[in-house]
Protein backbone atom coordinates (compact mmCIF):
# COMPACT_ATOMS: atom_id res chain seq x y z
CA UNK A 1 0.00 0.00 0.00
CA UNK A 2 1.47 3.44 -0.86
CA UNK A 3 0.08 4.29 2.31
CA UNK A 4 -1.51 7.66 3.54
CA UNK A 5 -0.07 11.18 5.24
CA UNK A 6 -1.94 10.69 8.71
CA UNK A 7 -3.72 8.00 10.66
CA UNK A 8 -6.73 7.27 9.56
CA UNK A 9 -9.50 8.34 11.93
CA UNK A 10 -11.92 5.49 13.48
CA UNK A 11 -14.63 4.92 11.64
CA UNK A 12 -17.39 7.20 12.79
CA UNK A 13 -20.93 5.55 13.13
CA UNK A 14 -23.00 8.43 14.36
CA UNK A 15 -23.43 9.67 11.31
CA UNK A 16 -23.73 8.82 7.52
CA UNK A 17 -20.56 8.54 5.49
CA UNK A 18 -21.16 9.25 1.30
CA UNK A 19 -18.98 5.58 0.42
CA UNK A 20 -21.64 3.76 3.67
CA UNK A 21 -25.41 5.37 2.05
CA UNK A 22 -23.90 4.45 -1.72
CA UNK A 23 -23.06 0.58 -0.42
CA UNK A 24 -27.06 0.42 1.32
CA UNK A 25 -28.17 1.64 -2.51
CA UNK A 26 -25.91 -0.95 -4.58
CA UNK A 27 -27.33 -3.52 -1.72
CA UNK A 28 -23.82 -3.73 0.54
CA UNK A 29 -23.52 -4.71 3.67
CA UNK A 30 -20.80 -1.86 5.04
CA UNK A 31 -23.29 0.26 6.16
CA UNK A 32 -24.20 1.26 9.32
CA UNK A 33 -27.85 2.24 10.36
CA UNK A 34 -27.20 6.03 10.38
CA UNK A 35 -26.08 5.46 6.98
CA UNK A 36 -29.23 3.33 5.84
CA UNK A 37 -31.51 5.84 7.76
CA UNK A 38 -30.65 8.59 4.91
CA UNK A 39 -30.18 6.19 2.11
CA UNK A 40 -33.88 5.48 2.50
CA UNK A 41 -35.05 9.21 3.41
CA UNK A 42 -32.76 10.44 -0.45
CA UNK A 43 -34.69 7.37 -1.91
CA UNK A 44 -38.35 8.72 -0.73
CA UNK A 45 -36.93 12.07 -2.06
CA UNK A 46 -35.94 10.43 -5.01
CA UNK A 47 -37.00 7.84 -6.42
CA UNK A 48 -33.80 7.22 -9.08
CA UNK A 49 -31.65 6.47 -6.47
CA UNK A 50 -31.21 3.14 -6.04
CA UNK A 51 -30.87 2.64 -9.96
CA UNK A 52 -28.61 5.91 -10.05
CA UNK A 53 -25.88 4.17 -8.38
CA UNK A 54 -26.27 1.13 -10.58
CA UNK A 55 -26.20 3.14 -13.13
CA UNK A 56 -23.52 4.61 -12.53
CA UNK A 57 -21.55 1.69 -11.23
CA UNK A 58 -22.02 0.08 -14.37
CA UNK A 59 -21.46 3.57 -16.40
CA UNK A 60 -17.35 2.80 -14.22
CA UNK A 61 -17.12 -0.10 -15.68
CA UNK A 62 -17.88 0.40 -19.17
CA UNK A 63 -15.58 3.74 -19.28
CA UNK A 64 -12.92 1.71 -17.61
CA UNK A 65 -12.84 -1.05 -20.22
CA UNK A 66 -13.11 1.29 -23.01
CA UNK A 67 -9.90 3.06 -22.00
CA UNK A 68 -8.37 -0.25 -21.35
CA UNK A 69 -9.39 -1.21 -25.22
CA UNK A 70 -7.86 1.96 -26.44
CA UNK A 71 -4.55 0.92 -24.68
CA UNK A 72 -4.60 2.44 -21.53
CA UNK A 73 -2.77 0.70 -18.74
CA UNK A 74 -2.58 2.49 -15.85
CA UNK A 75 -5.35 3.98 -14.15
CA UNK A 76 -5.79 6.17 -10.76
CA UNK A 77 -9.10 6.12 -9.24
CA UNK A 78 -10.26 8.86 -6.66
CA UNK A 79 -13.05 8.33 -4.41
CA UNK A 80 -13.15 4.34 -4.85
CA UNK A 81 -15.56 3.80 -2.89
CA UNK A 82 -16.38 0.42 -0.56
CA UNK A 83 -15.18 -2.54 -2.73
CA UNK A 84 -18.41 -3.77 -5.07
CA UNK A 85 -17.46 -6.51 -7.60
CA UNK A 86 -16.45 -6.58 -10.16
CA UNK A 87 -14.23 -3.36 -8.87
CA UNK A 88 -11.61 -1.17 -11.52
CA UNK A 89 -8.96 -3.15 -11.29
CA UNK A 90 -11.00 -6.49 -12.50
CA UNK A 91 -12.37 -4.75 -15.52
CA UNK A 92 -9.06 -3.29 -16.55
CA UNK A 93 -7.24 -6.72 -15.87
CA UNK A 94 -9.74 -8.45 -17.25
CA UNK A 95 -9.11 -6.42 -20.89
CA UNK A 96 -5.27 -6.07 -20.11
CA UNK A 97 -3.67 -8.43 -17.32
CA UNK A 98 -0.69 -6.02 -16.88
CA UNK A 99 -3.01 -2.76 -16.09
CA UNK A 100 -1.61 -0.90 -12.87
CA UNK A 101 -4.36 0.36 -10.68
CA UNK A 102 -4.17 3.11 -7.41
CA UNK A 103 -7.31 3.83 -5.68
CA UNK A 104 -7.81 6.54 -3.52
CA UNK A 105 -10.28 7.58 -0.78
CA UNK A 106 -10.38 9.12 2.43
CA UNK A 107 -13.05 7.26 4.33
CA UNK A 108 -11.91 5.35 6.71
CA UNK A 109 -13.96 2.66 6.00
CA UNK A 110 -12.64 2.27 2.37
CA UNK A 111 -9.47 1.78 3.96
CA UNK A 112 -10.36 -1.03 6.18
CA UNK A 113 -11.99 -2.98 2.52
CA UNK A 114 -8.72 -1.74 0.71
CA UNK A 115 -7.41 -5.42 1.12
CA UNK A 116 -10.09 -6.64 -1.31
CA UNK A 117 -8.76 -3.80 -3.53
CA UNK A 118 -5.41 -5.23 -3.78
CA UNK A 119 -5.70 -8.79 -5.05
CA UNK A 120 -4.77 -7.83 -8.93
CA UNK A 121 -4.04 -9.88 -11.84
CA UNK A 122 -0.60 -11.94 -11.16
CA UNK A 123 0.52 -9.68 -13.95
CA UNK A 124 -0.74 -6.69 -12.85
CA UNK A 125 -0.55 -4.64 -9.79
CA UNK A 126 -3.00 -2.59 -7.67
CA UNK A 127 -2.26 -0.05 -4.88
CA UNK A 128 -4.13 2.10 -2.68
CA UNK A 129 -3.91 5.70 -1.18
CA UNK A 130 -5.54 6.83 1.77
CA UNK A 131 -5.66 10.21 1.48
CA UNK A 132 -8.56 13.17 0.61
CA UNK A 133 -9.09 14.21 -3.56
CA UNK A 134 -8.51 17.83 -1.90
CA UNK A 135 -4.35 16.74 -1.50
CA UNK A 136 -3.76 16.19 -4.60
CA UNK A 137 0.41 16.77 -3.61
CA UNK A 138 0.01 13.49 -1.73
CA UNK A 139 -2.04 11.86 -3.87
CA UNK A 140 0.25 12.15 -6.84
CA UNK A 141 2.99 12.09 -5.20
CA UNK A 142 2.20 8.15 -3.56
CA UNK A 143 0.64 7.31 -6.72
CA UNK A 144 3.64 8.17 -8.56
CA UNK A 145 5.71 5.87 -6.90
CA UNK A 146 3.76 3.17 -8.45
CA UNK A 147 2.63 4.82 -12.31
CA UNK A 148 4.36 6.55 -14.79
CA UNK A 149 3.32 10.00 -15.17
CA UNK A 150 4.91 9.85 -18.41
CA UNK A 151 2.51 7.32 -19.72
CA UNK A 152 -0.86 7.53 -20.47
CA UNK A 153 -3.28 7.33 -17.07
CA UNK A 154 -7.08 7.14 -17.16
CA UNK A 155 -8.08 9.47 -14.16
CA UNK A 156 -11.47 8.72 -12.45
CA UNK A 157 -13.66 10.74 -10.36
CA UNK A 158 -16.67 8.72 -10.40
CA UNK A 159 -19.50 9.73 -8.44
CA UNK A 160 -17.39 11.65 -6.50
CA UNK A 161 -17.32 15.51 -7.58
CA UNK A 162 -20.61 16.66 -6.36
CA UNK A 163 -19.02 16.12 -2.62
CA UNK A 164 -16.50 18.97 -3.91
CA UNK A 165 -18.02 22.82 -3.98
CA UNK A 166 -17.07 25.74 -6.50
CA UNK A 167 -13.95 28.04 -5.34
CA UNK A 168 -16.50 30.43 -3.26
CA UNK A 169 -17.36 26.97 -1.35
CA UNK A 170 -13.64 26.78 -0.42
CA UNK A 171 -12.84 24.13 -2.25
CA UNK A 172 -12.71 25.08 -6.13
CA UNK A 173 -13.26 21.80 -7.84
CA UNK A 174 -12.49 23.00 -11.34
CA UNK A 175 -9.18 24.41 -9.82
CA UNK A 176 -8.35 21.17 -8.48
CA UNK A 177 -9.25 19.09 -11.51
CA UNK A 178 -7.01 21.33 -13.27
CA UNK A 179 -4.08 20.35 -11.05
CA UNK A 180 -4.69 16.45 -11.72
CA UNK A 181 -5.50 17.09 -15.72
CA UNK A 182 -2.14 18.92 -15.84
CA UNK A 183 0.17 16.46 -14.83
CA UNK A 184 -0.86 13.76 -17.34
CA UNK A 185 0.90 12.92 -20.31
CA UNK A 186 -0.58 13.33 -23.79
CA UNK A 187 -3.40 10.44 -24.46
CA UNK A 188 -4.49 10.30 -20.82
CA UNK A 189 -8.37 10.12 -20.09
CA UNK A 190 -10.91 11.21 -17.69
CA UNK A 191 -13.44 10.10 -16.64
CA UNK A 192 -16.13 11.93 -14.50
CA UNK A 193 -19.36 11.19 -13.10
CA UNK A 194 -21.52 13.44 -11.32
CA UNK A 195 -25.16 13.73 -9.64
CA UNK A 196 -27.73 17.20 -11.44
CA UNK A 197 -30.61 18.17 -10.73
CA UNK A 198 -31.34 19.49 -14.18
CA UNK A 199 -33.28 15.65 -14.46
CA UNK A 200 -35.42 14.70 -11.29
CA UNK A 201 -34.80 18.08 -10.14
CA UNK A 202 -37.00 18.12 -7.07
CA UNK A 203 -36.08 14.95 -5.45
CA UNK A 204 -32.55 15.45 -6.17
CA UNK A 205 -32.59 19.17 -4.65
CA UNK A 206 -34.39 17.27 -0.96
CA UNK A 207 -31.65 14.69 -1.52
CA UNK A 208 -28.91 17.39 -1.53
CA UNK A 209 -30.74 18.98 1.50
CA UNK A 210 -30.77 15.17 3.03
CA UNK A 211 -27.27 15.43 2.48
CA UNK A 212 -26.09 18.63 3.78
CA UNK A 213 -28.19 18.30 6.85
CA UNK A 214 -26.78 14.84 7.61
CA UNK A 215 -23.14 16.96 7.41
CA UNK A 216 -22.45 16.09 3.67
CA UNK A 217 -22.18 19.24 1.85
CA UNK A 218 -23.63 18.18 -2.08
CA UNK A 219 -23.56 20.05 -5.19
CA UNK A 220 -25.35 18.75 -8.09
CA UNK A 221 -24.21 20.98 -11.36
CA UNK A 222 -25.93 21.49 -14.69
CA UNK A 223 -24.97 20.22 -17.97
CA UNK A 224 -23.03 23.15 -18.50
CA UNK A 225 -21.14 22.93 -15.24
CA UNK A 226 -20.66 19.43 -15.25
CA UNK A 227 -19.63 19.83 -18.77
CA UNK A 228 -16.77 22.37 -17.80
CA UNK A 229 -15.11 19.91 -16.08
CA UNK A 230 -13.97 18.88 -19.43
CA UNK A 231 -12.31 22.01 -20.80
CA UNK A 232 -9.30 22.11 -22.67
CA UNK A 233 -9.56 18.19 -23.29
CA UNK A 234 -11.41 16.12 -26.34
CA UNK A 235 -14.35 15.11 -25.41
CA UNK A 236 -14.90 11.30 -26.68
CA UNK A 237 -18.37 9.88 -28.31
CA UNK A 238 -21.25 10.13 -27.19
CA UNK A 239 -20.26 13.55 -25.01
CA UNK A 240 -21.37 14.32 -21.58
CA UNK A 241 -24.79 12.45 -21.23
CA UNK A 242 -26.80 10.99 -18.64
CA UNK A 243 -25.11 7.59 -17.44
CA UNK A 244 -27.25 5.08 -18.65
CA UNK A 245 -26.47 6.33 -22.69
CA UNK A 246 -22.86 6.34 -22.44
CA UNK A 247 -21.98 3.24 -25.24
CA UNK A 248 -24.71 1.39 -23.65
CA UNK A 249 -24.57 -1.99 -23.32
CA UNK A 250 -28.12 -4.74 -23.43
CA UNK A 251 -28.24 -4.52 -19.95
CA UNK A 252 -28.15 -0.90 -19.73
CA UNK A 253 -31.16 -0.34 -22.28
CA UNK A 254 -33.07 -2.40 -20.47
CA UNK A 255 -32.54 -0.69 -17.21
CA UNK A 256 -33.34 2.47 -18.84
CA UNK A 257 -36.53 1.65 -19.78
CA UNK A 258 -37.31 2.06 -15.82
CA UNK A 259 -36.46 5.91 -16.53
CA UNK A 260 -33.66 7.96 -16.62
CA UNK A 261 -31.01 8.63 -13.57
CA UNK A 262 -30.17 12.38 -12.38
CA UNK A 263 -26.30 11.19 -13.23
CA UNK A 264 -24.18 12.38 -15.86
CA UNK A 265 -21.40 11.48 -17.13
CA UNK A 266 -18.35 11.82 -19.68
CA UNK A 267 -14.92 10.87 -20.80
CA UNK A 268 -12.21 12.85 -22.41
CA UNK A 269 -8.85 12.22 -23.73
CA UNK A 270 -5.95 14.88 -23.20
CA UNK A 271 -4.62 16.08 -26.69
C1 LIG B 1 -20.73 7.67 -4.21
S1 LIG B 1 -19.19 6.93 -3.80
C2 LIG B 1 -18.60 6.49 -5.41
C3 LIG B 1 -17.76 5.22 -5.42
C4 LIG B 1 -17.25 4.78 -6.79
N1 LIG B 1 -16.40 5.80 -7.39
C5 LIG B 1 -18.40 4.49 -7.73
O1 LIG B 1 -18.78 5.42 -8.47
O2 LIG B 1 -18.94 3.39 -7.72
C6 LIG B 1 -18.17 8.38 -3.44
C7 LIG B 1 -16.84 8.04 -2.83
O3 LIG B 1 -16.07 9.25 -2.77
C8 LIG B 1 -15.39 9.26 -1.53
N2 LIG B 1 -15.10 10.66 -1.17
C9 LIG B 1 -15.98 11.64 -0.83
N3 LIG B 1 -15.32 12.79 -0.55
C10 LIG B 1 -14.00 12.51 -0.73
C11 LIG B 1 -12.82 13.29 -0.61
N4 LIG B 1 -12.88 14.57 -0.22
N5 LIG B 1 -11.63 12.71 -0.88
C12 LIG B 1 -11.57 11.40 -1.27
N6 LIG B 1 -12.65 10.62 -1.40
C13 LIG B 1 -13.85 11.16 -1.15
C14 LIG B 1 -16.33 8.61 -0.56
O4 LIG B 1 -15.66 8.14 0.60
C15 LIG B 1 -16.91 7.49 -1.41
O5 LIG B 1 -16.15 6.33 -1.28
Redo the contacts with the bound molecule.
Sequence with gaps: MSGSESAPSPIDTSRP???RV?DWWLGGKDNYPVDEELARKILAADGTAVRGARA??RF?HRATRAASEAGIRQFLD????IPTEPNLHQVAQAVAPESKVVY????PI?LRHAEALLHGSAEGTTDYVHA???DPETILRLAGEFLDFAQPVALSL???TH?LGDAADGDDVYGLLKRYVEVLAPGSWLVLSQVTSDISTEGVQKAAEHFRRSGTPFYPRSLTEFSRFFDGLELLGPGVIPVYGWRPEAEDVAAQAEGIVPVYGGVARKP
Design positions: HPAYNRMIGTGADNDVDVRVALY
